[in-house]
């Protein structure tokens, strides 16, 4: 869990990340560099939940490389599929990372959404519904391993 008080925002307490996994954590349906490292540091602080319309069909491959079993979103509606997520976990208690027009809702439902300039693009509706745009996936999880790095973004 993550504990922060952020001056202007409010006292937050983090228990899950939920993130995109193509265009946010791989890239052609092959996981970025770093990634599997990363994403296990913070295991030891987040429960991690992956979400995918699995659009390159790799997606098997990914789960076994992290040790996951990520959640398939079906074609259509998909936005909405994500936010729905967030919100049955308990938005309040959420930190959603993505990049795509489909991560948007999520972004925002999130207490705390981070979006992502990634290699395969990054949707407009993504930049303006995240609390925070971070230049790649590794700075994103490197900020959940050191939050003093939130505050001093988002304080007021």
């Not at 307490?13 to 990363?38: F, H, P, Q």
């Not at 296990?40 to 319309?53: K, N, Q, S």
């Not at 290699?119 to 993504?126: D, K, V, Y």
Request: overall charge negative; charged content about 25%; hydrophobic content about 50%.
């Amino acid at each position: 869990m993550i504990r922060l008080e952020i001056p202007g925002r409010g006292r937050f307490e983090w228990k899950y990340l939920v993130s995109d996994v193509n265009g946010t954590l791989a890239v052609d349906g092959c996981l970025m560099d770093g990634i599997a490292e990363r994403l296990a540091a913070v295991r030891d602080v987040l429960e991690v939940h992956l979400l995918t319309a699995d659009t390159h069909g790799r997606q098997t491959e990914i789960d076994r490389v992290l040790g996951t079993q990520a959640v398939r979103v079906r074609g259509g509606h998909e936005a909405e599929q994500k936010a729905a997520f967030v919100r049955r976990l308990g938005a309040e208690s959420v930190i959603a990372l993505g990049q795509g027009a489909n991560d948007a809702l999520m972004l925002e439902e999130a207490a705390l959404g981070i979006c992502v300039l990634s290699p395969e693009g990054t949707a407009m509706e993504a930049l303006l519904a995240a609390d925070l745009v971070v230049p790649d996936t590794l700075t994103a999880l490197g900020l959940l391993l050191h939050p003093a790095r939130i505050l001093a973004s988002l304080r007021h």
